[in-house]
Every structure is written in structure tokens, then in C-alpha cells.
């Protein structure tokens, strides 16, 4: 079968560093993603692991651990403009994309 | 990176009419298109994967008659929704894959069916 969980909601403090958690389980796998989607716009690419590890890039980091069936997206030095919906989706055997239901990222002053 | 476009970004309509949805890729050719629809506060779901000069591929639950998808360029994918009626209003979303397998996003078509 096909699960993937992450916090609905999670709220974080301007300037601060916020960790959002996915885990997932599948029987085939072939790569995570993180996209960003702002209310009423499509998703935007943030970062793609298919291998083991941290990858940086710039204020945002993504890990993924294939054998814990687990990933999480670092935001660092957050801005107001970070409050947004983050997606974790994995690309399935069968080549599509399965999603998250999102986690919905509250930056306050 | 990549381009996606969507037409109309916005569409309401009386039920019982039919809509179609555009979705180009203006600057790299795609063989495959994927379209989800998106509820409010809730994540995306695949609808259908669309494949140029061939039928598209259809997600269980998803009536293909209803959601007609054609893709007859490797720059073009329409989908349109026949005889709409409320409960099909929602976000769609159309989306198409990149060199490294990432999928880039059209802005997307709200559609409100009165």
C-alpha cells in the first residue's frame, strides 16, 4: 500500500529554525520531494532525495532516511513570506507522484 | 527551471456545461502531463496521467468520460470536464516532469460550478 503522514499544522517564530517531519511507507520508491504551495497557487519545487542523507540548499535543508521510511525539511532564518502549505510526496514504482496531505506553516512577528 | 501555463486560471460556469482546462509547457516538451485536483485544505489528488498521442491513464475512482483529457502535442494537454455540476468545483492543478523526474506546476484553474 501507499501512507504518507505529516503534521497538519506546526507554527514558528520569525528568524527561527522549524523542522516539518514526513514519514512514509510504500512498497516501491523512487525519490522524495518537498514542494511549497501559498494558498491558491500551484506547488513549487523545494528539494529531491532519492539517496540517504541531508541535502542543502540555501535556507532550506532536506534528509531523508530510505531505511526509516522517513524525511523532514529544515527551514532556517524563517521570513513572514515562509507561511505556506510545505508538501512531502514520493515518487511511487509506477512513476506518480503520491502527496502528504501538506503542513500548514504559520511565521509569526 | 521549467514552465508550466494554465488556461483559464479562473472559470465559473452554470451546471450542466462543459469546461476545458489548458496546460502547456512553454519552454521544454513533455511526453507526459499528470492532472490532479486539489480541495480546499487538502493535498493534491492524481487524477489522471496524461500521455501525448496515446489515452490517457485514469486513477480508480476517476470517471473518464466525464474528465475528458487530451494530449495532442508534446507542448499541449486539455482537460475537460463534461456537464459540470457543483461538486465539481475545485483546483485544478496540471503539472509535467522534468530531466531529474521532478514535476513542475501549472498555477493552476479554479473552478466554480453554480
Known amino acids: 500500500g501507499q501512507n504518507i503522514d505529516q503534521p497538519t499544522e506546526m507554527t514558528a517564530t520569525e528568524g527561527a529554525i522549524v523542522q516539518i517531519n514526513c514519514t512514509y511507507q510504500?512498497?516501491?520508491?523512487?525519490?522524495l520531494f518537498w514542494y511549497q504551495q501559498h494558498a491558491g497557487e500551484a506547488p513549487t519545487f523545494l528539494s529531491y532525495?532519492?539517496?540517504?542523507g541531508l541535502e542543502e540548499k540555501g535556507r532550506f535543508s532536506s534528509f531523508l532516511s530510505r531505511s526509516k521510511g522517513y524525511s523532514y525539511l529544515l527551514l532556517k532564518e524563517l521570513q513572514m513570506k515562509d507561511s505556506a502549505s510545505y508538501l512531502c510526496?514520493?515518487?511511487?514504482?509506477?512513476?506518480?507522484?503520491?502527496f502528504g496531505q501538506g503542513t500548514e506553516l504559520s511565521v509569526k512577528p | 527551471g521549467a514552465v508550466v501555463s494554465q488556461h483559464p486560471s479562473r472559470v465559473i460556469c452554470k451546471s450542466g456545461t462543459s469546461v476545458k482546462i489548458e496546460c502547456r509547457s512553454l519552454?521544454?516538451?513533455?511526453?507526459?502531463m499528470f492532472w490532479y485536483r486539489q480541495f480546499p485544505k487538502k493535498s493534491l489528488m492524481l487524477m489522471a496521467t496524461?500521455?501525448?498521442?496515446?489515452?490517457?491513464?485514469?486513477e480508480q475512482g476517476v470517471e473518464k468520460d466525464k474528465f475528458l483529457i487530451n494530449h495532442a502535442s508534446l507542448t499541449l494537454s486539455t482537460l475537460t470536464v463534461t456537464s459540470a455540476h457543483p461538486e465539481d468545483s475545485s483546483f485544478y492543478i496540471c503539472?509535467?516532469?522534468?530531466?531529474?523526474?521532478?514535476?513542475?506546476f501549472g498555477p493552476g484553474t479554479r473552478l466554480t460550478v453554480l
Open positions: 496524461s500521455n501525448e498521442g496515446s489515452k490517457a491513464t485514469y
Open positions: 532525495n532519492v539517496l540517504d
Open positions: 510504500t512498497s516501491g520508491f523512487n525519490g
Open positions: 503539472s509535467a516532469s522534468g530531466e531529474h523526474n521532478e514535476q513542475f
Open positions: 519552454d521544454f516538451q513533455a511526453t507526459t
Open positions: 510526496c514520493y515518487y511511487n514504482q509506477g512513476g506518480k507522484l503520491i
